[in-house]
């Protein structure tokens, strides 16, 4: 279950396709993505949202992972930016995001401060 709504919100957010939705989606923690714009250079902070990234297509737009990503095996030669629980804010801002991907109860401190960079940010609940 858990999957699927993961996959679906990503799918959501990243898809080409023109769905028929608000402009706006909000995570828990009140950061806000623009519906319309097509992100290009996405940093994940969790394994299962970099799995889920390549599972819907959008896998060629990952330019940071974490120290634990392991799968597919193209994430092997994709930029680290730290481990899991604890990911590096001058990593993660090196490689020009315009969208990083976390977990809300663990990246919260460390989105906030993205965000002060004037970058795209959008949290999932804990996986």
């Given at each position: 279950?858990?999957?699927?709504?993961?996959?679906?919100?990503?799918?959501?957010?990243?898809?080409?396709?023109?769905?028929?939705?608000?402009?706006?989606?909000?995570?828990?923690?009140?950061?806000?993505?623009?519906?319309?714009h097509?992100?290009?250079?996405?940093?994940?902070?969790?394994?299962?949202?970099?799995?889920?990234?390549?599972?819907?297509?959008?896998?060629?737009?990952?330019?940071?992972?974490?120290?634990?990503?392991?799968?597919?095996?193209?994430?092997?030669?994709?930029?680290?930016?730290?481990?899991?629980?604890?990911?590096?804010?001058?990593?993660?801002?090196?490689?020009?995001?315009?969208?990083?991907?976390?977990i809300?109860?663990?990246?919260?401190?460390?989105?906030?401060?993205?965000?002060?960079?004037?970058?795209?940010?959008?949290?999932?609940?804990?996986?």
């Amino acid at each position: 279950m858990l999957r699927v709504k993961l996959s679906f919100i990503l799918l959501f957010l990243l898809s080409e396709i023109a769905f028929s939705c608000p402009p706006f989606l909000y995570d828990e923690l009140g950061n806000v993505i623009d519906v319309k714009h097509k992100f290009s250079r996405i940093v994940s902070l969790a394994p299962a949202i970099t799995e889920t990234l390549f599972a819907i297509g959008a896998g060629s737009r990952v330019v940071g992972v974490t120290l634990f990503d392991n799968y597919p095996k193209e994430v092997e030669r994709i930029f680290k930016v730290g481990d899991f629980s604890n990911p590096n804010l001058e990593r993660v801002i090196s490689v020009k995001p315009d969208l990083v991907l976390g977990i809300s109860n663990l990246h919260f401190r460390l989105m906030k401060r993205i965000k002060e960079f004037g970058i795209s940010c959008y949290t999932l609940q804990t996986l």
